[in-house]
């Protein structure tokens, strides 16, 4: 197997992080100017600096998969993109110790959920789920979705966005993700707050994570 490791990346003089070519708000931005901003930037810039190494970003690809896979395929050394510390991925990346722990959190329609709860409770309806969830397509939540909530309908959507835009139309009936983005959705679309509610769960972390280099065990 490939082997890089500590001395290798210190020789190369390089720090190679990787950045999907998506914005991650609240973490991370890219500046009109090609610069970018945000705790997740500076975050790579200390271990940089920290390590005394030139940074280097990394193009990770459209999704959160191929950003996992960028970092698998030793094409970056690092990759920093609010990633989840997901079961699945931890065969073929290192995850470093949390820097964020967010609960998961979801954003639903309240007319499908009066229609599914009849006369019982709005706990027991999510616990028994049988409706369309919509969850960002190659993204720690499809996984997260179908553990949770076995019974129901998993509707990947291509972007956050069009995933909003779904659950406006119909064509699902709640929406998740972290907590950081669920209370986002009504805060940026006040209309929204009638026909919608927002519901944070108490139970399920979603604990964000750098991700190291499979043989980077001295990095790490």
């Avoid at 500590?6 to 500046?31: M, T």
């Avoid at 975050?43 to 970003?57: R, W």
């Avoid at 979801?106 to 499908?112: A, E, G, I, L, P």
């Avoid at 679309?189 to 043989?215: E, H, L, Q, R, W």
Wanted: net charge neutral; charged share 25%.
């Amino acid at each position: 197997g490939a082997t890089r490791d500590l001395k290798d990346i210190l020789a190369d003089g390089r720090l190679r992080v990787a950045f999907a070519n998506f914005d991650v708000p609240g973490f991370r931005k890219k500046l009109p100017s090609g610069e970018y901003e945000g705790p997740e930037y500076e975050l790579a810039v200390d271990i940089a600096k920290s390590l005394n190494l030139a940074l280097v970003i990394v193009n990770g690809g459209d999704t959160f998969n191929s950003l996992a896979q960028t970092v698998a395929d030793l094409k970056a050394d690092l990759g920093i993109n609010r990633m989840s510390a997901s079961v699945d991925r931890a065969h073929f990346v290192r995850f470093s110790q949390p820097y964020a722990k967010l609960r998961h959190g979801m954003v639903y329609n309240r007319k499908s959920l009066a229609q599914l709860a009849r006369d019982g409770n709005l706990e027991d309806v999510f616990r028994q789920f049988t409706g369309r969830i919509g969850v960002i397509a190659a993204s720690s939540y499809v996984g997260f979705a179908r553990e949770t909530f076995p019974r129901a309908t998993i509707v990947p959507v291509k972007t956050w966005d069009a995933g909003i835009q779904a659950l406006r139309d119909g064509t699902i009936d709640t929406l998740y993700r972290d907590e950081f983005e669920v209370r986002r959705v009504l805060e940026r679309y006040p209309d929204m707050g009638v026909p919608f509610g927002s519901a944070i769960f108490t139970d399920k972390t979603d604990v964000k994570v750098v991700y190291i280099c499979n043989p980077c065990a001295n990095l790490q």
